[in-house]
């Protein structure tokens, strides 16, 4: 069976399944931008800008001092959708002029979605490592690849071309397809349904204790844990079996 290295583990697996933001690309430099445009979208059509910016900031997990998210916090793990229904319940209690909900959800969908949906620029996608020979030499040993992601269908097709890996990834499961969201294990067993792989010969890496949570209701056999995203190694290992840098750190083993 391949042996994959992480770190100084190995692991005879059949099928590696990624996070995507936070984990093949840095969160930071990507989600960070889009957020903050998509939080300008909407503050500006209030009287009381302050106010619901440092509120949504508190409520979806950032740091505007720090400049990072938080783990923990819904936009680092939740799908838009949800946390558009956040950010109307943010502006359905605190803007000014008040907005009932209907107000608020269809001023969400308007502007904030309308920019958390946009294409990121090519540019913020950065990479921990060179991805395409990554991806590459786990297909030539026979391994399969997925990609189960928080994000929509749309932007995750985008973000897989501008790396350069589309072709290398056999499956690509987004928060528009009908699954359970994450830390629900379902994604992970249709992916294993998908290449005929037993879940204890799969590997879950990702960047956030939500990805960790998946792999272990899953029962996955190795949840690799990345600091490319919002987490802190203090925060993942409890959740994981491995915690490395970035998926720098992984490649063939020895058979």
Known sequence: MPSIRFGSATFDAGLVIFDKDGTLTHFNPVWQSIYLAALDAVIQTVENPATVRSELNATLGYDPLERRFSTHGPFATAA?????????????RHARPP?????????????????L?????????????????????????????????SDERAQT????????????????????????????????????AHFGVAVERTVMVGDSLTDMRMGRAAGAGLCVAVLTGPGTREQLTPQADVVLESVGEMGMGDR
């Open 157 to 192: 097709v985008y973000t897989l071309d501008v790396l350069g890996i589309s072709h290398l990834v056999g499956l690509v499961i987004a928060s528009d397809d009908a699954y359970p969201k994450k830390p629900a294990p379902e994604a992970i067993w249709a992916a294993c």
């Open 117 to 149: 949906g946009r294409p990121p620029d090519p540019s913020l996608l950065t990479t921990p490592t060179d991805l395409p020979t990554l991806f590459a030499s786990l297909r030539a040993a026979g391994i399969a690849i997925a990609v189960i992601t």
């Open 99 to 115: 907005l009932s909900w209907d107000e608020a959800e269809a001023l969400v969908e308007r502007t904030f979605l309308v920019a």
């Open 80 to 92: 838009n959708a949800k946390v558009g229904t956040i950010v109307a319940a943010v502006l359905h």
